[in-house]
């Protein structure tokens, strides 16, 4: 295989690279996971789209990339994670996070409110039975 990081998009219109990470998969991207969770910034991007499915049927290699998005100030990074990464995750994977997700619906900052994390928070909540 060529090197792994050929397959990081250098754009968010570039959905050939993007595409060759999702055909490559895992663990051939175990590598360049962090900079794959970086284009989930904006879910209005392209390659975000692409990227997303992908990196939610990893299982737990992904925890600490959520964590790492977790304990950003990147709100809207944040709302992404919980839409498309964490619904996908197995519950058990997702145990870990239980703590800071009730902590968004229960007590988000005003911003993490207006970015609708406190909604986002609940709903994988709900989809885990856990409310």
């Known amino acids: 295989m060529h090197d792994v990081h050929q397959l990081i998009p250098r754009g968010k219109q570039d959905l050939d690279r993007a595409r060759a990470a999702v055909a490559?998969?895992?663990?051939?991207?175990?590598?360049?996971?962090p900079e794959l969770t970086a284009w989930l910034q904006d879910g209005n991007w392209p390659v975000a789209h692409i990227l997303a499915p992908l990196l939610g049927s990893i299982g737990a290699p992904m925890a600490p990339h959520v964590w790492d998005v977790l304990k950003s100030d990147d709100d809207v990074w944040k709302y992404?994670?919980?839409?498309?990464?964490?619904?996908?995750?197995?519950?058990?994977?997702?145990?870990?996070f239980r703590p800071e997700l009730e902590r968004l619906c229960?007590?988000?900052?005003?911003?993490e409110r207006r970015e609708e994390l406190d909604q986002q928070a609940r709903d994988v909540l709900a989809g885990f039975g856990w409310i």
């Open 24 to 33: 490559a998969g895992y663990p051939a991207v175990a590598p360049i996971l």
């Open 80 to 96: 992404w994670i919980l839409s498309w990464i964490m619904p996908s995750l197995p519950e058990q994977v997702v145990l870990q």
């Open 106 to 111: 229960r007590s988000p900052t005003e911003n």
